[in-house]
């Protein structure tokens, strides 16, 4: 709270320079918190660069609620952050209650594109769209619309175990988007090679790992040791 109060102190002692350009303004879209410690590198990441000014859309990640207080992150689902919290609930009882979160969320996401409208939507994840319906492409469709620039991290082309059904969906999804995320090349041939994505349109950004923090006090070696490994094999 103080770093806070400080912050916001320097804020007014020391103002934007005249000329000087605003941050940025991006939303970070995973609204139902898919894939949420990717999500929470990238925007306490993006959060310490000062042309930058980043929102998280994202209900709290069921099995470890506190994860984004701990990166200093404020996510903000919309209206409910409910069914996250109800970890003693049965299992069916609880997604058809993330559902109705995500359908609530996302009007309220589209109701504040009147008033505020961000730079940028960065896109984590569809969950809808893995389903085959239309609704998160409709929104999209409506920010481009209104002249907000689309981010997609692609982090599976296709959703796992689907086969070929959703490819036309995904294809108009990844028309809409000016900036196109992947992990490796083979995913950025196949945007390329079969949903005619332009390889300009397309950044190849290794994943990287997301627990490092608890392992930069131990070295390579001291952590083989430990383990019982050979200091030259190789590991997997």
């Known amino acids: 709270m103080m770093v806070c109060r400080l912050g916001k102190l320097s804020l007014l ?5 005249l000329g000087m350009p605003e941050p940025i303004r991006v939303w970070m879209l995973d609204l139902l918190s898919i894939v949420p410690y990717y999500t929470g590198h990238l925007c306490a990441s993006l959060s310490r660069k000062t042309e930058v ?19 200093r992150i404020r996510n903000d689902p919309g209206l409910l952050n409910v069914a996250c919290r109800l970890g003693r609930a049965p299992a069916t009882a609880r997604r058809v209650l993330k559902l109705i979160e995500y359908f609530v969320n996302l009007t309220a996401l589209l109701i504040r594109f009147t ?33 907000i620039k689309l981010v997609h991290t692609v982090h599976n082309v296709l959703p796992q175990d ?20 992947c992990h490796d090349i083979h995913a950025a041939s ?12 397309i950044s190849i950004i290794p994943h990287g790992p997301l627990f490092v923090e608890g392992s ?4 390579s070696s001291r952590s083989r040791e430990r383990l019982g490994l050979a200091g030259d ?3 997997v």
């Open 190 to 201: 196949r945007l390329t090679i079969e949903f005619g994505v332009q390889p300009e349109r």
């Open 216 to 219: 930069r006090s131990r070295s």
């Open 162 to 181: 689907s086969g070929d059904r959703h490819k036309s969906g995904y294809k108009s999804i990844y028309q809409l988007a000016d900036r196109l995320v």
């Open 233 to 235: 094999g190789c590991l």
């Open 13 to 17: 002692m020391n103002p934007r320079p």
């Open 115 to 147: 008033f505020s409208r961000p730079d940028v939507i960065h896109v984590q994840f569809l969950p809808l769209a893995s389903y085959g319906l239309p609704v998160e492409r409709w929104l999209l469709q409506l920010a481009r619309a209104f002249g």
């Open 53 to 71: 000014r980043v929102a998280l859309a994202s209900i709290n990640y069921q099995y470890d609620l506190d994860y984004f207080r701990r990166q």
